[in-house]
């Protein structure tokens, strides 16, 4: 019965060590490897964000814009005060003018006025028909109309105006009186002359209003004051010739 040792012999059965050979399961290391790898990713990212930076910081220079502007204004502000002396004072003390609405008139002389919170010189009108005194700003003088009277040459085409053909009202009498009323005060004599004609002829075929014959009454006295200074006549003088070159109106009477 002591013979049965020999089964203990089942020993070998340890020799399952083998299966610690699987050490090779560390060749993970590889993995740190393509960690590694990334690396080189990081190192494109730096150089892309700073070629973005680069340019723009080149629009700092269109700072240098500004000055210029500057540089504008104080060019565009210098030649403003040389403008207006350029026209302060147009015309001469003893002048013949034309105002108008008004008609011919001196400049008897010059005056300083206050107006508009500063001083400023006034031109003195003495009115040739209405013996009405009339003060004009100097320096806008031109800007109201005011003119030199016409020379002989311009007072003999004046005539030539009033013997032309009349231009009759037609039917709309408001429009036509709305026209006449702009005409009278351009301080276009020729436009006057054309006044006097049309309200003339007007007057002696079928008659007009109170209101156009008074409007009628004051454009010869325009033209009357203007052909005075022009022609170096009297005011009767000047009359004379008007009523002369106005054409003669024959009309015929009734049965």
Known sequence: MATKKPAATKKPAATKK????????????????AAAVKKPAAKKAAPKAAAVKKPAAKKAPAKKAAPKKAAAAETA????????A???????????????????????????????????????????????????????AIERGVRPVISK??????????????????????????????????????????????????????GISPALKRMLAKARLIIISELQFSLDVTEEEATKRLERALPKIEVPEEV
Not at 19 to 32: F, I, L, R
Not at 79 to 84: E, F, G, I, L, N
Not at 93 to 107: D, L, R
């Open 153 to 206: 040459s311009k007072a003999r085409q004046v005539f030539q105006t009033l013997r032309s053909e009349p231009q009759e009202a037609g039917s709309n009498w408001s429009r036509w009186y709305k026209v006449l009323t702009e005409k009278i005060n351009s301080g276009d004599i020729f436009q006057v002359a054309e006044v006097i004609r049309d309200l003339d002829y007007a007057q002696k075929i079928k």
């Open 18 to 33: 083998p299966a610690a050979t699987k050490k090779p399961a560390a060749t993970k290391k590889p993995a740190a490897k």
């Open 77 to 84: 502000a210098k030649p403003a005060p040389k403008r207006s």
């Open 86 to 140: 350029a026209k302060a004072d147009p015309f001469n003390v003893g002048e013949k003018v034309v105002y108008p609405h008004h008609g011919a008139a001196t400049i008897v002389r010059k005056e300083k006025l206050e107006f508009k919170d500063e001083k400023q010189n006034f031109y003195v009108l003495e009115i040739a028909t209405d013996q009405l005194i009339v003060r004009v700003p100097a320096a806008s």
